[in-house]
């Protein structure tokens, strides 16, 4: 991270705290309302409390030595009422610490729901640009700030606040020469605290993207325990890890520094000027100056105390302050983020086709869908039937704008057909597949899906109408019959059952200790790869689309599943248009049209007959004769 970008400035942190504030108001600005109210009722309770020991000494302890009296009755009733009042302020402070408990827990509760809504609208770019890890933390670690300043901090900074200003009013109203000297000395605290807290906030958000960076490459290890362990590579593992924890380290004792000084160095200058109160005090006292008495006097040591204390107690929550400000930074990045853009209008839709077969939209569900596409000069709609054509005509693409990774890519689809993709790894075929279901926006020529320019329609329609099996599965939390259904929400369990049958995954998952109600956890780790990818397939046919897209769909399976599964899907693939990425060539060999793809150029196609005929670079990959 560039110095620029690492530094945390005062004003950054100021304005980043009042977003947090404004953002705990949106959902609780009345609770909040009612913790100042409750407050403002404590801190007077405490100002009461503190002034109480004049009234004692000047209206009763020397009177009653000057006179003998005995009579306690007036000192009773001024006692009853200052419990009275401090009852009051202590179920006060019991009031908005509970409610100020809720207001925290909800506002992370509505922060964190609002980071996942945000972070699922972001592209795929921003995922395969940020370590996994790292994004973790911004629930974590970073959210987690928010709560101690939610929770304590602030609080705690408006009742000192509201504290020092009631003391600083009785204070003025006791004795303005007193008084002056509070001041002075509560100014030098306010300059120490801001210096310090200047100091150490810059190494604040050091801290929280070092702790990503923790999280981030404890996830990598644990995901590759097992090339760890194969490669022995436990003592470099560790290696690795102690610098990145030795850079936190490092972050955190920079941060923590100055911010550990902060309370100690403002305690003792508060003991100061409690000193220094009690010597003008005393000497005004004795020599009765400026209608000083010994009741003032221990009033007054008292309420420098309550004046200075709120700026310790400040002092000491700047650490949760500053901290919270640099988990902030990183929160509202997060949520700052520019989601996914969708300009999209073309709408996929349940259909109906007449006998004359005219297509219009229906209100239920069908087996028919189309497009639905409204004109705006004409003021129309029409409709057009999806099919699964797909046109790539020149396309340009680069993950950078100066570096191109695809060049003049042309192809058509027609409905039904297999196109298959292959080639070295890295000559751009999952890129292509990319660009369809639009996870990247292409840079220079056309995609039409139906005849439909693909940046007219909506994305999510776009991709609801194609089925993808990636070579690396993704297995969620839940049973076996849930997975299956990710692929349609509102498939029945029959559906889902068929669709096992159809990618041969109904035999092993009957095998398993519960069926198709057996638990599935850690990404699916009690089941081998080859049974991971079976699932994989089986939640594709169950969204029945259109179109498939197959990355390497039967990469883990052995030879003898291989052959179930691609039975199965031969069977899924009838009438649909499919694009297949494949290194073993034999599994595509009945496809339609076979493009021979490097460094990012299509550069030979047709069938297989027609490319083995041509001894050209499929015919090399093919057979294994380079030499040809």
């Known amino acids: 991270m560039s110095e620029k970008k690492g530094r945390f400035e005062t004003k950054a942190a100021v304005k980043l705290l009042k977003r947090v504030i404004k ?35 000047d209206d009763y302890i020397i009177p009653m030595l000057n006179s003998g009296s005995r009579d306690f009755s007036g000192l009773a009733k001024d006692l009853i009422r200052l419990a009275c009042i401090m009852a009051v302020g202590v179920v006060t402070a019991f009031t908005y610490n509970r409610i100020m408990v809720n207001v925290s827990q909800g506002t992370m509760l509505h922060l964190r729901d609002d980071l996942f809504h945000n972070m699922e609208a972001l592209p795929i770019k921003y995922f395969d640009t940020h370590a996994h890890g790292d994004i973790m933390s911004v629930y974590t670690n970073d959210v987690d700030t928010l709560r101690q300043l939610l929770s304590q901090s602030i609080p705690q900074i408006i009742n000192s606040l509201i504290t020092m200003a009631a003391t600083l009013v009785t204070m003025i109203i006791l ?18 605290t801001a210096n310090f807290s200047r100091l150490s906030g810059r190494y604040y958000i050091h801290q929280q993207m070092d702790l990503g960076a923790v999280d981030g490459f404890i996830e990598e290890m644990l995901d590759g ?21 030795e850079g936190l380290r490092n972050s955190t004792d920079k941060a923590n520094s100055y911010a550990n000084l902060l309370m100690p160095v403002n305690a003792n200058i508060g003991w100061i000027s409690y000193a220094l109160v009690a010597i003008v005090g005393a000497i005004l006292g004795i020599n009765e100056l400026a209608g000083v008495t010994i009741g003032t006097v221990i009033t007054f040591v008292g309420l420098n105390k309550s004046f200075t204390n709120p700026i310790t107690q400040v002092s000491q929550q700047i650490n949760f302050v500053v901290n919270a400000a640099a988990g902030a930074q990183r929160v509202f990045d997060l949520m700052d983020q520019e989601p996914e853009t969708d300009n999209g209008y073309v709408e996929l839709v349940n259909a109906k086709e007449d006998e004359n077969g005219q297509i219009t939209e229906s209100e239920t569900r069908t087996n028919l869908w189309a497009w639905k596409h409204p004109h705006k000069a004409e003021g129309t709609v029409t409709y057009t039937k999806l099919e699964g054509a797909v046109v790539l005509d020149d396309v340009d693409f680069g993950y950078t704008e100066d570096k191109m990774v695809l060049h003049n890519i042309s192809l058509w689809a027609k409905p039904g057909q297999k196109i298959a993709f292959v080639g070295a790894t890295g000559a751009g075929k999952t890129t292509i597949t990319n660009l369809i279901n639009r996870f990247y926006d292409i840079a220079d020529g056309k995609i039409r899906y139906d005849g439909i320019n693909i940046n007219k329609i909506k994305k999510a329609d776009l991709r609801r109408s194609l089925g993808i099996v990636l070579q690396d599965t993704h297995l969620f939390t839940g049973t076996v019959m849930d997975n299956i259904r990710y692929g349609k929400l ?5 559906d889902c059952i068929k669709a096992a049958k159809l ?16 638990m599935l956890t850690g990404d699916g780790a009690n089941l081998s790869q080859g049974q991971r990818q079976l699932l994989a397939i089986a939640r594709a046919a169950v969204a029945d689309p259109p179109a498939l897209i197959l990355d390497e769909a039967t990469s883990s399976i052995d030879t003898r599943t291989e052959k179930l599964v691609q039975d199965g899907m031969d069977a899924l693939m009838k009438g649909r248009t499919t694009f297949v990425i494949a290194h073993r060539l034999s599994t595509v060999k009945n496809s339609d049209c076979i493009m021979v793809m490097e460094q990012g150029r299509i550069i030979e196609r047709g069938t297989h007959d027609e490319l083995i005929a041509a001894r050209g670079k499929y015919y090399q990959l093919y057979t294994g004769n380079f030499a040809a």
């Open 175 to 192: 004795n303005p020469a007193l008084t002056v000297i509070s001041i002075l000395t509560a100014v030098v605290m306010l300059l120490v």
């Open 225 to 245: 325990q097992k090339v760890v362990k194969v490669f022995c590579h436990e003592q470099a593992a560790m290696d690795d890890f102690h610098k990145v924890n």
């Open 490 to 494: 509102d498939a029945t369990d029959e």
């Open 23 to 57: 953002y705990m108001l949106h959902y609780y600005k009345f609770p909040f309302l009612l913790v100042i109210a409750c407050i403002i009722i404590t801190a007077i309770a405490t100002v009461v409390g503190a002034t109480f020991p004049q009234t004692l000494v």
């Open 503 to 518: 990618a041969n995954a109904d035999g092993f998952i009957r095998r398993l200790p519960d069926g198709y109600n057996t």
